[in-house]
């Protein structure tokens, strides 16, 4: 029995300006990330108080309110004072 011998290139219809050497593959599974997303690395004390990027996001969202209301308070303050 003679075996058919298989091609080592792929027989596609890829047009040729299509260079897919750039492409960007997602992972999948827990360590899957979006495309242009930033990362922050907690310090293991921190990780321990907030337990997912949605506790750690409330917390940032809360004191960014806290300091644009001090930073509204002191503007005030300095305004009286000149």
């Not at 260079?19 to 960007?24: A, K, Y």
């Not at 922050?40 to 750690?56: I, K, M, N, R």
């Not at 300091?67 to 305004?79: C, D, G, P």
């Amino acid at each position: 029995m003679f075996m058919k011998k298989v091609k080592n290139e792929m027989d596609d219809e890829l047009r040729p300006e299509y260079d897919l050497r750039n492409l960007r593959v997602r992972k999948v599974g827990p360590q899957r990330t979006g495309f242009g997303s930033q990362f922050v690395q907690l310090a293991p004390d921190v990780a321990e108080v907030f337990p997912d990027a949605e506790a750690v996001n409330e917390a940032l969202r809360l004191l960014i309110r806290v300091m644009r209301e001090n930073k509204h308070v002191l503007s005030s303050a300095n305004a009286g004072t000149n």
